[in-house]
């Protein structure tokens, strides 16, 4: 079993894995597993897999996802020989031995070198692996190999090591004499073993990585297809998907509401009554909850570059729009039109064909960012409050005409906050017509939404800001 220290890094590290997968786990769940592993240990694999599934997942779903990455986690643990085993194969007796591990502690009470020291030569391999897949997970190239086995090095404290090695050097020399040179030799070759076996398995780990994110790449998945490579049939797949994610999200609202339908509990309020009966009976003074949900605005690019991810955001919006007290939107090309009236009286498909047929503005012409940035300011600004969230969707191709950009600067003044949803990546911002680089900094936050699974992380970070 890992030392006392080793202990809650290899724990935050393997609860790391299972939240990265998708586990959400608690505060409160966290610490009941971490009782779990200190009782049952970690030598028992078995053991240890059945405690921390009982605590850690709810559902059969969770359980096989638990299953899964606690299966990858402790495969990466190989057993190896103790360091007293090692060394008795050597040559040294059991007398040396013993003597080293009484430097050690010695060495432990005068330097903090000591501790990686001891874990190092101990070949502890849960505590090498501790950390390293957060540190993996920033790795997108073999060439990036050489700094990430430098870092992960120094993180497991290889440097401290040797300079405690030398300290170790001289107790052992007077200890034991000559073969206290030779122990201390014998604990450096251990210790470039260990480096060694360090860089062995992120070699074959980045390798592997590696492999997994090229094969990614070409596996098409509806999810990260880009909106405008999705065929007619994968446009109603992520219409589908995206109608379903806002009911979720509209039945996430209605539990919240309803949850906090009465309001917190006072605590002084609820003392102060309490106190005048003794507290009997002890009854609850909660606050009033105030019903301040902010409003939306929304403002789509229907041009023909971004008009499938405009399309699937209108339709995200008006599913869900119980997030918000009142939505207003509109559509724009060239020219700016509001929306909200079309899909308040006509179903959503019959209103996204209007909206996207040229009914509420022309679609054949070129994008003007500056005359509808202008138009926006002219008619509708003095109707933007604290409480209001303006999002916009667009590219931020101007055409080479003005980007209005100072307009944004007054409605992110104005307004509760302002969110920009761009579907094209920041790599071609620099290229051609774009106001993105200007627009960019003048808003709240800026989400890429290139695919249905971006538009829906997008989602949640709007649903968020609530």
Same mark, same amino acid.
């Given at each position: 079993?890992?030392?006392?220290?080793?202990?809650?890094?290899?724990?935050?590290?393997?609860?790391?894995?299972?939240?990265?997968?998708?586990?959400?786990?608690?505060?409160?769940?966290?610490?009941?597993?971490?009782?779990?592993?200190?009782?049952?240990?970690?030598?028992?694999?078995?053991? +240890?897999?059945?405690? +921390?599934?009982?605590?850690?997942?709810?559902?059969?779903?969770?359980?096989?996802?638990?299953?899964?990455?606690?299966?990858?986690?402790?495969?990466?643990?190989?057993?190896?020989?103790?360091?007293?085993?090692?060394?008795?194969?050597?040559?040294?007796?059991?007398?040396?031995?013993?003597?080293?591990? /009484?430097?050690?502690?010695?060495?432990?009470?005068?330097?903090?070198?000591?501790?990686?020291?001891?874990?190092?030569?101990?070949?502890?391999?849960?505590?090498?692996?501790?950390?390293?897949?957060?540190?993996?997970?920033?790795?997108?190239?073999?060439?990036?190999?050489?700094?990430?086995?430098?870092?992960?090095?120094?993180?497991?404290?290889?440097?401290?090591?040797?300079?405690?090695?030398?300290?170790?050097?001289?107790?052992?020399?007077?200890?034991?004499?000559?073969?206290?040179?030779?122990?201390?030799?014998?604990?450096?070759?251990?210790?470039?073993?260990?480096?060694?076996?360090?860089?062995?398995?992120?070699?074959?780990?980045?390798?592997?990585?590696?492999? $997994?994110?090229?094969?990614?790449?070409?596996?098409?998945?509806?999810?990260?297809?880009?909106?405008?490579?999705?065929? /007619?049939?994968?446009?109603? $797949?992520? #219409?589908?998907?995206?109608? @379903?994610?806002?009911?979720?999200?509209?039945?996430?609202?209605?539990?919240?509401?309803?949850?906090?339908?009465?309001?917190?509990?006072?605590?002084?309020?609820?003392?102060?009554?309490?106190?005048?009966?003794?507290?009997?009976?002890?009854?609850?003074?909660?606050?009033?909850?105030?019903?301040?949900?902010?409003?939306?605005?929304?403002?789509?690019?229907?041009?023909?570059?971004?008009?499938?991810? @405009?399309?699937?955001?209108?339709?995200?919006?008006?599913?869900?729009?119980?997030?918000?007290?009142?939505?207003?939107?509109?559509?724009?090309?060239?020219?700016?039109?509001?929306?909200?009236?079309?899909?308040?009286?006509?179903?959503?498909?019959?209103?996204?064909?209007?909206?996207?047929?040229?009914?509420?503005?022309?679609?054949?012409?070129?994008?003007?960012?500056?005359?509808?940035?202008?138009?926006?300011?002219? #008619?509708?600004?003095?109707?933007?409050?604290?409480?209001?969230?303006?999002?916009?969707?667009?590219?931020?191709?101007?055409?080479?005409?003005?980007?209005?950009? $100072?307009?944004?600067?007054?409605?992110?003044?104005?307004?509760?906050?302002?969110?920009?949803?761009?579907?094209?990546? #920041?790599?071609?911002?620099?290229?051609?017509?774009?106001?993105?680089?200007?627009?960019?900094?003048?808003?709240?936050?800026?989400?890429?939404?290139?695919?249905?699974?971006?538009?829906?992380?997008?989602?949640?970070? +709007?649903?968020?800001?609530?």
């Amino acid at each position: 079993m890992p030392a006392a220290p080793t202990l809650p890094r290899v724990f935050d590290e393997l609860l790391w894995s299972l939240r990265r997968s998708g586990l959400s786990i608690s505060v409160s769940s966290a610490i009941d597993a971490l009782a779990a592993v200190r009782e049952v240990g970690l030598e028992d694999r078995s053991a +240890l897999g059945e405690a +921390l599934g009982a605590v850690l997942a709810k559902t059969p779903q969770q359980r096989r996802r638990f299953d899964r990455v606690f299966g990858d986690f402790f495969d990466r643990v190989s057993p190896h020989e103790g360091l007293g085993v090692r060394l008795a194969r050597r040559g040294f007796d059991k007398s040396e031995i013993a003597e080293l591990y /009484d430097c050690l502690l010695r060495l432990a009470a005068d330097s903090e070198d000591a501790a990686p020291l001891g874990t190092l030569l101990e070949r502890d391999r849960l505590f090498h692996l501790a950390g390293i897949s957060r540190t993996l997970a920033e790795v997108t190239s073999p060439l990036q190999l050489g700094f990430l086995t430098h870092r992960v090095l120094s993180d497991l404290g290889m440097g401290r090591a040797r300079q405690g090695l030398q300290r170790l050097r001289a107790h052992l020399r007077d200890a034991l004499g000559e073969r206290g040179e030779a122990l201390a030799d014998a604990l450096t070759d251990e210790l470039d073993v260990t480096a060694e076996d360090v860089r062995i398995y992120l070699r074959q780990t980045v390798a592997r990585r590696s492999e $997994e994110l090229e094969a990614r790449a070409t596996t098409r998945t509806l999810d990260t297809t880009a909106f405008t490579a999705l065929t /007619d049939a994968e446009v109603v $797949e992520v #219409r589908r998907a995206v109608h @379903a994610f806002g009911e979720r999200l509209r039945g996430a609202e209605r539990v919240r509401m309803k949850r906090a339908k009465r309001g917190t509990v006072d605590r002084s309020r609820t003392m102060r009554t309490a106190a005048r009966t003794g507290g009997v009976p002890f009854v609850l003074v909660r606050r009033r909850r105030r019903r301040d949900r902010p409003r939306l605005v929304l403002l789509c690019d229907v041009s023909d570059s971004v008009r499938t991810a @405009a399309r699937f955001m209108l339709e995200l919006v008006y599913v869900a729009q119980e997030l918000f007290e009142h939505t207003r939107s509109f559509v724009f090309v060239s020219e700016l039109g509001e929306t909200t009236e079309l899909f308040d009286t006509q179903p959503v498909t019959a209103a996204l064909g209007q909206a996207y047929g040229g009914g509420v503005v022309s679609v054949a012409d070129n994008s003007n960012y500056g005359r509808v940035l202008h138009a926006f300011k002219g #008619r509708y600004l003095a109707d933007i409050d604290r409480r209001t969230t303006v999002v916009i969707l667009g590219d931020g191709r101007t055409n080479y005409h003005d980007d209005a950009a $100072e307009v944004l600067d007054e409605i992110r003044a104005r307004a509760r906050a302002l969110v920009w949803l761009c579907p094209e990546e #920041r790599s071609s911002w620099l290229a051609g017509d774009s106001a993105m680089p200007r627009y960019a900094p003048r808003c709240t936050r800026l989400f890429e939404v290139k695919n249905a699974r971006e538009l829906e992380e997008a989602a949640r970070g +709007l649903a968020g800001m609530r």
